[in-house]
């Protein structure tokens, strides 16, 4: 089976660090989500890619949080500098224009 | 007011009974819906598509109202195997297609 490769799995870091997740999405989608989960919030969109090119990330604060897509096999999901308040599951989905989404295992990021 | 709502839960139910969810979305422009499950501690994964004639797989039926901008799902016979999170899904047509999830309704079966 086809799948969305995410990584860290899991990320414990310190207040203040840079935190990068990655992705790989399955080849031949052409669309990336990436979602933050936490449970006071459920499923948050941060941003999102079509071909490569960001449509919209204004779920995203914007002052610490980037996204990119430097490549088609490759999204990034970039915090700095991290606060307590990020810590939370973060998923990268990947899909066809309107089909449904395929969803990485997510990363668990703890901000102390 | 968020664009996809949904009550959520819990909802605690013995085996076999019937359970019904529902979801609310605020953006008319939406223009596909479906429902994904979230098992504990794992990624979302789709459940079933939704259409504005319904549809049915097994023992879960989805409806879709667009003039009131609703969707339900129904589970009949439920299992213990069902206990999970229902998250109701709109996609929004703007320059490309823009996932919204609910916040999930939280089932739990008991035997």
């Known amino acids: 089976d086809a799948r969305v490769t995410q990584t860290p799995r899991d990320k414990v870091t310190e207040m203040g660090q840079e935190v990068t997740m990655r992705c790989q999405p399955i080849l031949g989608h052409n669309t990336v989500f990436w979602y933050r989960q936490t449970m006071m919030q459920g499923l948050e969109l941060l941003a999102y890619f079509r071909n490569r090119a960001p449509l919209d990330d204004s779920g995203m604060p914007k002052d610490r949080f980037s996204a990119e897509m430097p490549d088609a096999t490759l999204a990034t999901l970039k915090i700095q500098p991290s606060e307590p308040r990020d810590s939370a599951v973060y998923f990268c989905a990947s899909g066809t224009g309107a089909n449904v989404l395929t969803f990485g295992a997510g990363s668990r990021l703890t901000v102390l | 007011r968020k664009e996809v709502e949904q009550d959520p839960g819990p909802f605690n139910v013995p085996e076999g009974a019937t359970v019904a969810f529902n979801c609310t979305y605020s953006?008319?422009?939406?223009?596909?819906f479906f429902w994904y499950r979230q098992d504990c501690r794992k990624e979302p994964k789709l459940l079933m598509s939704?259409?504005?004639s319904g549809n049915e797989d097994g023992r879960f039926t989805a409806q879709l109202n667009r003039a009131s901008q609703y969707i339900s799902l129904l589970i009949r016979d439920s299992k213990l195997s069902d206990s999970a999170t229902y998250l109701c899904v709109v996609n929004l047509m703007t320059g490309g297609f823009k996932t919204i999830f609910g916040a999930g309704t939280r089932l739990f079966v008991k035997a």
């Open positions: 939704v259409y504005s």
């Open positions: 953006n008319s422009a939406s223009q596909s």
